[in-house]
């Protein structure tokens, strides 16, 4: 049995037989809250109202906004009585293509009804995580071999894939935003430097992929292609880059301060490599050398990105009481 404090029942509202929940946030607190109903019929029965001039992209900034605020239930009526064609379709698409286990279950002359029937539990944080993780690396090397074919078809495909990034970003958004949730099960609920974290590693990784993006593009329509000499060297380097931000989630994933730390120090020794390698070497054609310091500054940024994750790992496990391996084992 469990004793309230007067005050706080009072303050409230809370009679005999009111639900409350109580939830284990570490191993040595709980956390007791309020079910609040009217909350949620928010929550679950949101209704946007569009216009004719509101645009399919600003219309689903906004279903996006609410579907990371964890609405199960979505509704776009049109305040004119009708959707115009164009805008309904690329609502269509752009809600079927980015939003995770969302599906459209109404849809009418004048109303779009989006149910999100995908649970928290159903796809793990730490699987996003590592979905995104092998979806930026791959991009990253992809776009890399663009520099030396010029191919227009693999630059597209390079940049393709950025829609599935986002939409695992959007995902993991919308499970760290309702830590109450299912997201984290056994009723464990993580600190918040947990959930910030995370966060972090996120939009990193989600940085490196639209990195990628833009080197695919820019490669592209830059000519001529790389030597292949000098798209040796790059490659090599890429593959270390690559390798760097590998280690630094796999620091993450078995909570290990030390490799983060290993992981910064690389960082540093590999800038001191890549300008002994590049910028004092000149001897390509003057096309080659100015692709390849463009491609440079985009690993750099890509060293700077496995930096950044492997310094967010060190602040989350330099007390590694904080969560233990079992109580995440749950995220």
């Known amino acids: 049995m469990i004793a309230l404090p007067k005050k706080w029942v009072q303050e409230m509202g809370l009679q005999q037989g009111y639900p409350i929940t109580i939830t284990r946030t570490d191993s040595k607190s709980l956390l007791i809250s309020v079910d609040e109903p009217d909350t949620r019929i928010v929550r679950n029965g949101n209704v946007l109202d569009t216009s004719e001039n509101d645009t399919p992209e600003s219309i689903f900034r906004r279903i996006c906004a609410l579907y990371v605020a964890g609405s199960t239930e979505i509704r776009i009526r049109a305040k004119s009585g009708l959707f115009r064609p164009p805008q309904k379709d690329i609502l269509r698409d752009l809600v079927r293509n980015r939003l995770i286990g969302t599906e459209i279950v109404l849809d009418s002359r004048d109303t779009l009804v989006l149910q999100v029937l995908m649970g928290f539990s159903e796809l793990s944080l730490e699987n996003a995580l590592k979905r995104i993780l092998l979806i930026a690396m791959s991009m990253q090397r992809d776009a890399l071999l663009v520099a030396g074919s010029m191919d227009a078809e693999s630059a597209k495909n390079v940049m393709q ?171």
């Open 161 to 331: 894939r950025m829609v599935e990034v986002e939409r695992f970003g959007l995902c993991i958004a919308r499970q760290l935003n309702n830590p109450l949730s299912e997201t984290f099960s056994n009723h464990y609920v993580p600190e918040q430097s947990y959930i910030l974290g995370c966060i972090v590693i996120s939009r990193t990784l989600q940085r490196i992929a639209r990195n990628a993006c833009r080197m695919a593009e820019q490669a592209h329509f830059l000519t001529p292609p790389l030597d292949k000499e000098v798209l040796g060297r790059l490659k090599k380097l890429n593959d270390e880059v690559m390798s760097l931000v590998g280690d630094a989630m796999l620091a993450f994933f078995k909570w290990d301060y030390k490799t983060a730390d290993d992981v910064v120090e690389r960082v540093s020794a590999l800038k001191e490599v890549r300008r002994e390698e590049f910028v004092g070497n000149r001897d390509v054609s003057e096309g080659s050398f100015c692709l390849a310091l463009l491609l440079l500054d985009y690993m750099n940024r890509g060293l700077d990105s496995g930096a950044d994750l492997a310094e967010a790992v060190l602040d989350l496990t330099v007390e590694r009481t904080k969560i233990t391996p079992e109580q995440r084992a749950y995220a």
